[in-house]
């Protein structure tokens, strides 16, 4: 079955270090990789997305992440944590159908200490 | 966040009710997406809508009846739900077409429980 994975259900990472949040997919073909965030009482807001070409995608708010094909990786990171970056973070992919259909992984809660 | 406005944002019923949910997109968008989100479970999507047209019904319990008036409205009817219905459900909208490529974005979200 395709899906996407988040193996970690809790990151934890002082203020000022930095942060890896992880997912790793299993899907077909050349799929449409995405990160959402989730505050407390709220929707998610789109982070950053990747279709094509350069591995490295920058994003809101200082976020990255990098396609790793060899590894069907597709962490987001960011090089310097900020306490108000503690939220719900979701993976998503999409297969490249006609009409978007995103499938999200189970989420990633991170948590970061002053 | 204010491009796409849900309403309302909590909403207690009963078994026996019929309520709808509400979902606002001003971001001139063309495709609607409802995604139910419960507890330790990923995200569910449930509707979509391109054009006003449901392209997709994820198999989704006649429980749930959306309606899409136009562009920019959708609503999700509920009548004689479960308690284990009880979830946030999210809207989202894409741009015209809604094709994969593009970056859907979602209201706050309707907290919803059922007695």
């Known amino acids: 079955a395709q899906s996407v994975a988040q193996p970690e259900d809790q990151v934890n990472v002082a203020e000022g270090n930095p942060l890896t949040v992880k997912c790793t997919y299993s899907?077909?073909?050349?799929?449409?990789l995405f990160w959402y965030v989730q505050y407390p009482n709220r929707g998610l807001q789109f982070l950053l997305k990747?279709?094509?070409?350069?591995?490295l995608v920058k994003g809101s708010y200082g976020f990255e992440a990098e396609f790793n094909k060899s590894q069907t990786s597709f962490h987001l990171k960011k090089p310097s944590a900020l306490v108000s970056d503690s939220a719900l973070y979701f993976c998503?992919?999409?297969?490249?159908?006609?009409?978007?259909?995103?499938?999200f992984g189970r989420g990633t809660q991170l948590t970061v200490w002053p | 966040e204010t491009g796409v406005t849900q309403t309302p944002r909590h909403l207690v019923m009963g078994m026996t009710n019929k309520k709808s949910l509400k979902c606002e997109q001003h971001?001139?968008?063309?495709?609607m997406y409802w995604y139910k989100q419960s507890a330790k479970k990923p995200l569910e999507l449930m509707f979509v809508?391109?054009?006003?047209?449901?392209?997709e019904n994820n198999s989704v319990p006649s429980r749930f009846s959306p309606e899409c008036p136009n562009s920019s409205h959708l609503f999700l009817h509920l009548h004689t739900l479960q308690p284990e219905d009880s979830a946030l459900y999210l809207c989202?909208?894409?741009?015209?077409?809604?094709?994969?490529?593009?970056?859907?974005?979602f209201g706050p979200g309707t907290r919803l429980t059922v007695l």
């Open positions: 989202a909208s894409s741009a015209a077409g809604g094709t994969s490529t593009d970056t859907q974005y």
């Open positions: 998503a992919y999409d297969r490249g159908s006609t009409l978007g259909r995103l499938y």
């Open positions: 809508y391109n054009f006003k047209e449901q392209t």
């Open positions: 899907v077909s073909g050349n799929p449409y």
């Open positions: 971001l001139g968008h063309n495709a």
């Open positions: 990747y279709i094509t070409g350069d591995n």
